[in-house]
């Protein structure tokens, strides 16, 4: 029998941590507050199993259950845009127990969802970015374009008749293809999709011309020759795919539509909980295998403090309803 099998449960789990070199948060409690977590954490992802939100979530989470020392439960509740989940943490106890995955549509669904069933600032409380990664701009092989101002001349010369794939109005891609229309001051039509695998079947056909999507689902057939790869939305180039210009770049200044991800909770953590929450993500997310598993999804590890996440939340809320409202964008 080993020495930790003699120990109460708790007190082998430390021992354990211990032995391991390993500090989990939950045993080092500040002074006079209460052990946590004592029990699982829920993690809220509003997305389907699989899609690229989710497997960020699952190594995030695997990470953190890892310095917690208890099990973070991934529990996919997609549906509505990402309401359905996000609805869900807003509506529970502030006790760290009940975790949401959020991104860019957290901040964009304001604008777009004329009654939200709650306010995505005053009932959350954001805890900490944990990434951002550009999506990037792709075309049918065959059309007659090298870079996006060939793309734009295109579409000048041929109003009304180039289309773009989206994953639906509203939607990450929706609003991107808005943001350039807008920019470029073009006529292209808009096709919205129930994700991004059918809108880029449908690009690779020839039956749209173009779209927009991350590097882990656009790169393989970026690679394989079936798609044309112009430019990434973000403000910078991506170390992933350094040579690809930016869209700002190629004459379209200003342009930066970077889709981002974080952790946040209902509104009303206690501070000192939040914290600890806080630093453990942060812990997770500086690792050299969380580091190592988001360069292979083409993501950058992004993280910081509440007061950060938070002013990011609120800068973006602002900046793409200014969009939203010139480009006239609803939800399905």
Not at 114 to 139: I, K
Not at 292 to 320: D, K, M, N, S, Y
């Amino acid at each position: 029998m080993t020495i930790t099998s003699r120990l109460p449960r708790p007190a082998a789990l430390l021992a354990a941590f211990a032995l391991l070199g390993v500090a989990p948060v939950q045993a080092q409690a500040p002074k006079g507050e209460e052990p946590w977590p004592v029990r699982p954490v829920r993690f809220i992802v509003p997305f389907a199993p699989g899609a690229a939100n989710d497997l960020i979530a699952r190594a995030v989470g695997s990470k953190l259950a890892d310095i917690w020392g208890q099990s973070v439960v991934v529990d996919n509740r997609p549906g509505g845009g990402t309401v359905i989940g996000s609805e869900i943490v807003a509506r529970a106890p502030a006790d760290g127990y009940t975790l949401l995955q959020v991104g860019l549509a957290h901040a964009v669904n304001p604008s777009v969802i004329a009654r939200l069933p709650y306010d995505s600032l005053r009932d959350f409380t954001m805890v900490a970015q944990t990434g951002e990664s550009p999506f990037v701009l792709v075309t049918n092989v065959s059309l007659p374009v090298k870079n996006v101002r060939d793309l734009v001349a295109l579409a000048k010369a041929r109003p009304g008749t180039l289309a773009y794939g989206s994953t639906g109005s509203g939607g990450t891609s929706h609003l991107m293809g808005e943001l350039l229309k807008s920019m470029a001051g073009i006529d292209v039509i808009h096709v919205p999709y129930k994700g991004l695998s059918p809108a880029l079947t449908e690009v690779i056909g020839g039956q749209i011309q173009y779209s927009f999507g991350s590097w882990s689902t656009v790169g393989p057939f970026v690679k394989s020759g079936k798609l044309r790869a112009l430019a990434v939305t973000s403000a910078r180039r991506s170390p992933v795919t350094p040579d690809l210009p930016t869209i700002a770049e190629e004459g379209f200044k200003g342009y930066d539509a970077t889709p981002w991800w974080g952790i946040a909770g209902p509104a009303g953590i206690p501070r000192p909980l939040l914290a600890r929450i806080n630093k453990g993500v942060r812990a997770a997310m500086a690792s050299p295998e969380m580091k190592e598993r988001f360069a292979v999804q083409g993501i950058e590890i992004a993280t910081g403090t509440p007061e950060e996440f938070t002013a990011l939340v609120q800068a973006e809320i602002a900046r793409w309803a200014k969009i939203v409202k010139a480009a006239g964008i609803k939800a399905d």
